[in-house]
Each structure stands twice: as structure tokens, then as C-alpha cells.
């Protein structure tokens, strides 16, 4: 029977994306957005994802907190952004980003590594106080 068949361009691969987020828990706005991102059908039937939780927090109080649990997890996943660059070769990388404290740089820190192993990097900001953060600090503006 004619036109049984997919065609081949029906059948393209995905595109493959690495999710750079913070899931739930803690509970709050942006880990939720997050998980309806990387969990929903609509995306998942036209991209595959590879997530990388960035889960620093156990609880809402752990914001803006210093702890060395926290700066060696950062050191960990960003070897976990490596690997998964170097092994699964994503098209592009998707990565919430903090706006202030040790997670800007932690951050900034991921889209080096992202754009030094040649990715391109897609910056969703979820935070409000943008404007004044830069505001404060010509270094941060740039």
C-alpha cells in the first residue's frame, strides 16, 4: 500500500539537550517550573533531555548559605557536565541561572565549561531582582 511507510525525515533523531536545573525539593517556583520542563510529554516527544539536578539545598533555609557540602557537590557536577558533554554530545545546553552568592559563579562556572567543550549554552532566568543586583555592581553588570 503506498504511503504506509514513514519517511525517513519523519523518523529524525531528537535533539539532544542537557538540562542543567534544580528539581524539587525544596519546594519553590523555580524547582517546580523545572520539573513541569523536564518531565513534561510535549518536550520529551520532540527533545531528549538529559538532566543534571542541581540540588544544593535540603531546605528553603539553606539559601544563600555557605557550606563546603555545597562547594564540593559544585566541583562534582561539574565534572558530571563534562562527561555527559564528552559521552552523550548534546545539541545544546539549558541552564537556570542564579542571579547572586556563590551561585553566580558556580554557575557562570558551568557555561565556561559548557562553551569551552564547544556547546552552546541557553541562560533561563527564573530569579526577580535582576536590576538591582546589577545595579549594585559594574562587575556583575558585565
Not at 539537550?17 to 517550573?33: E, F, K, N, R, T
Not at 548534546?90 to 552568592?101: C, E, H, M, R
Amino acid at each position: 500500500m503506498k504511503g504506509s511507510k514513514k519517511s525517513d525525515t519523519s523518523r529524525e533523531q531528537k535533539k539532544k539537550i542537557l538540562c542543567i536545573v534544580q528539581l524539587p525539593p525544596p519546594v519553590h517556583g523555580a524547582s517546580i517550573m523545572n520539573d513541569n520542563l523536564v518531565n513534561g510529554e510535549i518536550v520529551r516527544k520532540y527533545f531528549d533531555l538529559i538532566v543534571i539536578n542541581l540540588q544544593f539545598l535540603r531546605s528553603i533555609d539553606d539559601i544563600s548559605k555557605f557550606s563546603f557540602r555545597k562547594f564540593f557537590k559544585a566541583f562534582r557536577i561539574g565534572f558530571e557536565i563534562i562527561s555527559q558533554i564528552l559521552t552523550k554530545k548534546p545539541d545544546l545546553v539549558y541552564l537556570t541561572f542564579a542571579i547572586k552568592g556563590f551561585a553566580l559563579y558556580r554557575d557562570l562556572g558551568y557555561a565556561f565549561l559548557a562553551k569551552i567543550l564547544g556547546k552552546t549554552v541557553v541562560f533561563h532566568l527564573h530569579e526577580k531582582g535582576i536590576k538591582a543586583t546589577v545595579k549594585r555592581s559594574r562587575f556583575k553588570k558585565k
